[in-house]
């Protein structure tokens, strides 16, 4: 498994926590962190929201910085030389040495009278 690969994991799984961390939170209060409980649950709901919040930030860095990695770690294969889909001398396309001479078009065919 390449560097790249394991890179392509960590964002994926980076970007579904921060899915649900950003599905859980609800702006006007009434979301999944004040279901939670009175203040006696998790440090009460403020504690709940700051870590939500918190997470969301560190997350969102989190995926930033794993993204310029990859970029970083990718190879570019395919701008190498050695390894073009076709080759130069492939592409042009190969010169006939004999020369054709067109068709010579065929005459009409005569109405049939009955």
């Known amino acids: 498994m390449s560097t790249f690969s394991i890179f392509l994991v960590?964002?994926?799984i980076v970007c579904f926590?921060?899915?649900?961390?950003?599905?859980?939170?609800n702006p006007k209060g009434g979301g999944l962190s004040s279901s939670i409980g009175g203040s006696t649950q998790l440090g009460g709901v403020q504690k709940t929201t700051d870590f939500l919040d918190k997470s969301t930030w560190v997350l969102a860095g989190a995926l930033i910085v794993l993204v310029l990695l990859s970029s970083l770690s990718f190879s570019g294969t395919l701008s190498d030389n050695n390894n073009k889909i076709i080759d130069a001398s492939q592409s042009a396309a190969p010169k006939s040495t004999e020369k054709t001479t067109?068709?010579?078009?065929?005459?009409?065919?005569?109405p049939v009278k009955k």
């Open 17 to 25: 926590l921060l899915i649900i961390v950003i599905m859980v939170q």
């Open 102 to 110: 067109p068709a010579a078009p065929k005459p009409a065919a005569a």
């Open 10 to 12: 960590l964002i994926t």
